[in-house]
Structure formats: C-alpha cells, structure tokens
C-alpha cells in the first residue's frame, strides 16, 4: 500500500513541475520572414541618350532592279546620334509597360560613289518616336521592348558629273521597333543600352534639276545608344520573403 501511495505521490510531483521546465527550454523554429525592398519602375522620367547608326538605302529609277535584287543601285551610310526622351512607366507584378516620346540630332550619312554613273548621298539629320514599352523587370534590372512612329528629316543631294547637283530634304514619317536592357543604378537614375530599327519609308524625286532620271530611295536605319535617365519620386518597397 506504502508503494502505491508513494508512486502516485510521484505522478503528481512530475505533473505539477513539467511546465515550469517546459516555459525554461528553448524554442527552435524557422525565424518569421522580412520584407526586402525591390525596384519600382513606376512614373514618369527624362533623359538623354547617344550613339551611333548604319542606314540601308535601296534607289530605284526608269532602267528597273539590278539582277535579282529588288533595287537599281544600294548603298549604306553611318554616323552618330544624340538627343532627350521622356516617360512614364506601370509596373504590375514583374511586368512593365510605359510610354516614351523622343528627340534627336544626327549626322547619319553615306552615297553610292557614283554606282549609276551620277552620285546619289543621303543624309539622316534629325527625327523623333513615340513608342510603346512592355518589359520583365527582376528588382533593378529590366529587359524591355519597344514599338511605335517614327519620324525624321532625311537631305538627298544627286550629283551629275558635268551638269549640275540636285539637292532636296524630305520629312518622312514611318515605323520604329527595338529594344534593350535598364539598369537602375540608384532609386532615381537608370543606365540603359537599347538597339532601335526605323523604317522611314520610301521618297520620290519625280523631276531632278540636273537631268538625271526620276527616283526613288527607301531609307531604313539601325541605331544603337546608351542612355541615362532621371526617375522623379522614391522606390516603394514590396515584400519578398
């Protein structure tokens, strides 16, 4: 009897003093999460950009294309770029789309070197875009493209041996398409580089001053620059864990 008193004694020690040990033993478990702060790319920015561009002109006139090519001669021209941009980026999420307007200066130049026996040279000397963007942002890092119009001031000079030059501008209005890589290298400023195709389409010189046969020349460029832009307002923090 002694020991069943005894035993149940014990129990009820063990019992009383079991959670007293339990609120001294430390707690083991996965710490709670903490929020890390990513890139926004939303609002609006304005920068500046440089580079440089490679032209492809395709001339046509009365004597029809050269073997099986779509031209009558062709020729390429080069030179830099420069100029500012504004706009406004929605981020959602990881996507990214946006609105860009831009201007520029050029120097884009190169001729035939007298191909049909007369010299033809073009000349990109300034233009602008208004664009679309969609983009995959990773925090401060964004893959981007872009498409909308374009528009630009292209001077052509024809220069006949013997008889005279033929100089006229023409505005043309057309396509742009590319894109490129932003890095935000502080909550406010972004380096990007961005690879641009613009088609400004096809002008006509029905009546040379200087004898040579009516024609045509479709211009195409491909340009590629580096930029800098200024985001205006701060970096909103959403949550990582």
């Not at 478990?29 to 580079?51: C, E, H, N």
């Not at 925090?139 to 909308?148: E, I, V």
Request: hydrophobic share 40%; net charge neutral.
């Amino acid at each position: 009897m002694k020991r069943i008193l005894l035993a149940t004694a014990s129990l009820c020690a063990l019992g009383l003093i079991s959670p007293v040990l339990a609120a001294d033993l430390p707690i083991y478990g996965k710490a709670p999460a903490i929020a890390t702060p990513l890139y926004d790319w939303s609002g609006f920015y304005i920068g500046a950009f440089g580079g440089g561009g490679y032209g492809n002109h395709n001339l046509n006139n009365a004597t029809g294309p050269a073997g099986f090519a779509n031209f009558t001669a062709n020729y390429s021209s080069k030179g830099g770029l420069g100029g500012g941009e504004i706009g406004y980026n929605w981020q959602s999420g990881n996507i990214v789309v946006g609105v860009e307007a831009d201007g520029f200066g050029a120097d884009i130049k190169g001729n035939d070197n007298f191909a049909l026996g007369w010299d033809d040279a073009t000349k990109l000397g300034w233009g602008g875009t208004l664009r679309a963007r969609g983009g995959i942002a990773v925090d401060r890092l964004m893959l981007f493209f872009t498409g909308g119009w374009a528009y630009g001031e292209l001077t052509h000079t024809n220069t006949n041996p013997g008889v005279g030059v033929d100089t006229f501008k023409a505005t043309r209005s057309g396509l742009a398409a590319g894109g490129g890589i932003a890095y935000a290298i502080t909550d406010n400023l972004i380096g990007k580089i961005e690879y641009r195709y613009l088609d400004f389409g096809t002008f006509h010189r029905d009546a040379p001053t200087n004898g040579v046969l009516a024609y045509n020349v479709a211009n195409t460029y491909s340009v590629v620059t580096i930029g800098l832009d200024f985001k205006f307002g701060g970096n909103a923090v959403v949550a990582k864990y």
